[in-house]
């Protein structure tokens, strides 16, 4: 049981480390700032709520199953997918409101 587990704690932590890491990668490749807060949802929204359930897995795994700890995970997963949609979406009117350039290949322009 414990390589079952073992594997799945492993694959939630590396998983999510490499959505982090997609993510930064594609930020780097991003031609304005606009596709750069775009795809920071990747990491925000898929990659650190699989690193915390790994974190659970492995804090019950250790510690043994707790309800209130169950419900902190839910709540942390829920907060970290509501921040991602609220703060990409006032990142990007930041980022268009401040005058940034945006990449000609931006079509069709809907904020204009």
Do not use: E
């Not at 925000?44 to 019950?60: D, I, L």
């Amino acid at each position: 049981m414990s390589i079952v587990l073992t594997l799945v704690i492993g694959v939630l932590c590396i998983g999510g480390a490499l959505f982090v890491l997609t993510s930064a990668w594609a930020m780097l490749r991003a031609r304005d700032g606009l596709s750069r807060i775009n795809v920071l949802s990747g990491a925000t929204g898929m990659g650190v709520p699989w690193m915390v359930t790994g974190v659970y897995v492995h804090h019950v795994w250790v510690h043994g199953f707790d309800v209130v700890d169950l419900i902190k995970l839910f709540v942390a997963i829920a907060g970290f997918i509501i921040m991602s949609s609220v703060a990409s979406n006032a990142l990007g009117r930041a980022a268009y409101r401040s005058g940034a350039q945006l990449d000609p290949a931006t079509d069709p322009n809907d904020l204009a």
